[in-house]
């Protein structure tokens, strides 16, 4: 059984810094692209990072020189590094993985497991 858990988020102030961990279980991502999406109240879920097998990153245009997604392909994970929060980034944010996506994924529909999701809260 595959599964995804999230750590790492919680509440902060516009400016800090929060780093989220996603681990992944039941089968190795190590030869797939992985991403992170967020999900704000009344709003849809949105892409925010994906990362390739091979290191190759691509972010949504609202993070670009904030956040950082890396992963561990021995550990099976894939981190977020959230710099410069600002309220607007509250969410709940959530990893996602595939076994047969091979390219960047920016479409919650290229991903078939996902975590339960992490609360990410900042306040102004």
């Known amino acids: 059984q595959v599964q995804l858990v999230e750590s790492g988020g919680g509440l902060v102030q516009a400016g800090d810094s929060l780093k989220l961990s996603c681990s992944a279980s039941?089968?190795?991502?190590?030869?797939?692209?992985m991403g992170w999406f967020r999900q704000a109240p009344g709003k849809e879920r949105e892409f925010v990072a994906t990362?390739?097998?091979?290191?190759?990153?691509y972010y949504t245009d609202s993070v670009k020189g904030r956040f950082t997604i890396s992963r561990d392909n021995v550990k099976n994970t894939v981190d977020l590094q959230m710099n410069s929060l600002k309220p607007e980034d509250t969410a709940v944010y959530y990893c996602?993985?595939?076994?047969?996506?091979?390219?960047?994924?920016?479409?919650?529909?290229?991903?078939?497991?996902w975590g339960q999701g992490t609360q990410v809260t900042v306040s102004s």
């Open positions: 990362i390739s097998w091979n290191g190759y990153t």
């Open positions: 996602a993985a595939d076994g047969t996506l091979l390219r960047l994924g920016t479409s919650a529909f290229e991903y078939t497991y």
């Open positions: 039941g089968r190795t991502f190590s030869s797939n692209a």
